[in-house]
């Protein structure tokens, strides 16, 4: 029998340096750190999540047996697209094996069916031919009494009876995710460790879908945030055009996990904390996965917090950011972290004077 793997991750809203945590587990080799690994068919829409919504929660004749077709839509694409190998680069035929076993957990019968949602998902121009097809078939029966039938691409295609109990899901989806687990931690690995493997929000309900998942939730000042994305990443998922919109947005993906206390599974932590009180917060992470300090095999060697002390405080560099970086400090106080004073000999390693 397969050994049991403890799964340890990181999660986070975006941009809050989770990484840091990763880097810092990285340096204990006891842990297989799957770092370049994205696994977000857990909470991804046609995932395990909404899965288990339209199996469980919300049974319907129809809803039900497509959306297990779309979560295998959705599996097979993970795998690969035409020539394009993703999951199946990695695991070869592995993963649609194990998604063809969790299938068959799911899936009290397979049958014929047909319906119009079915025609949908093929496309605009099939279904603009499917209705041409409907309205010529009821004009030949209604004026030359042809038997036609009503739709001649309205074809029957599989469905599914699934599983309705919540325990018969989740038993199944544990032994999945058991499964997928198993191929890709290394053997001689007793722990393993995902980057961004649940989100934040509604994490309780991730839980359930593993036999032993911990979470460090990481959290990062609103005035950083808003920075690196502007000026720094550049990037295009946070709101920057207007500091009133990143605020907004802010507040609002905090909102999502502030609505109930956090279970016993997640530790959440300040990025800041690693930084500026290293020795204290990596203390309390070890503790929280288990790892005793001898494991600790290479300190500071993927994560060290006097090199990554330079990605905080930006305000200090970006001097013209002035007026959002106090828009934010008023709207977002509560969020914002109390940084002890910078020194100069700071600021010139900085090459800010």
Same mark, same amino acid.
């Given at each position: ?23 810092? *587990? ?10 370049? =690994? ?42 690969? *697209? +035409?020539?394009? @190998? ?21 899936? !009290? ?6 319906? /119009?949602?079915?025609? %949908?998902?093929?496309?605009?121009? =099939? ?7 409907? /309205?010529?078939?009821?004009? !030949? ?6 038997? $036609?039938? %009503? ?5 029957? #295609? ?6 309705? #109990? ?27 460790? &995902? ?10 309900? %991730? ?15 609103? @005035?950083? *945030? ?5 000026? $720094? +990443? ?9 500091? #009133? ?5 802010? @507040? ?9 206390? !956090? ?5 959440? $932590?300040?990025?800041?904390? &690693? ?7 990596? #203390?309390? *992470? ?10 600790? $095999? ?20 970006? !001097? ?14 509560? %969020? ?13 390693? @900085?090459?800010?004077?």
């Amino acid at each position: 029998m397969d050994k049991k793997r403890r799964i340890f991750s990181t999660t986070g809203c975006y941009g809050t340096g989770s990484s840091a945590v990763t880097d810092f *587990i990285k340096e204990f080799e006891e842990i297989d750190c799957k770092s370049d =690994y994205e696994i977000r068919f857990i909470h991804d829409p046609d995932g395990i999540s909404d899965l288990e919504y339209n199996l469980v929660e919300n049974p319907n004749r129809h809803n039900t047996s497509h959306s297990l077709k779309r979560f295998i839509k959705n599996m097979r694409n993970l795998d690969h *697209i +035409w020539f394009i @190998r993703r999951y199946r680069k990695r695991f070869g035929d592995a993963f649609l094996k194990a998604v063809d076993e969790y299938v068959q957990d799911l899936a !009290l019968c397979e049958y014929k069916s047909a319906w /119009h949602f079915d025609v %949908y998902e093929r496309g605009k121009l =099939y279904y603009i031919a499917s209705r041409i097809s409907s /309205h010529l078939a009821y004009a !030949l029966n209604r004026f030359f009494g042809l038997p $036609v039938p %009503y739709s001649v691409l309205l074809q029957k #295609e599989k469905a599914y009876l699934c599983v309705t #109990e919540e325990e018969q899901f989740l038993e199944a989806t544990r032994k999945f995710t058991s499964r997928f687990i198993q191929m890709i931690c290394a053997p001689d690995k007793q722990s393993i460790f &995902l980057d961004q493997l649940v989100p934040p929000s509604n994490f309780r309900r %991730y839980a359930r879908y593993f036999e032993d998942l911990r979470a460090v939730l990481v959290e990062r000042d609103p @005035r950083d *945030i808003y920075l690196l994305e502007k000026l $720094v +990443w550049r990037g295009s998922v946070a709101p920057t055009e207007r500091v #009133e919109d990143f605020c907004a947005w802010y @507040r609002w993906t905090r909102r999502l996990y502030e609505k109930e206390a !956090l279970p016993e599974c997640v530790l959440a $932590v300040r990025f800041e904390d &690693l930084v500026y009180r290293y020795e204290e917060t990596a #203390e309390k *992470i070890m503790s929280f996965f288990g790892l005793e300090p001898a494991m600790h $095999v290479a300190p500071k060697k993927y994560f060290n917090p006097d090199v990554s002390i330079g990605n905080t405080q930006l305000w200090n560099q970006f !001097l013209k950011e002035q007026d959002n970086v106090d828009y934010i400090e008023k709207e977002l106080q509560e %969020y914002c972290y109390p940084f002890p004073k910078i020194n100069q000999d700071t600021l010139k390693k @900085r090459g800010i004077f």
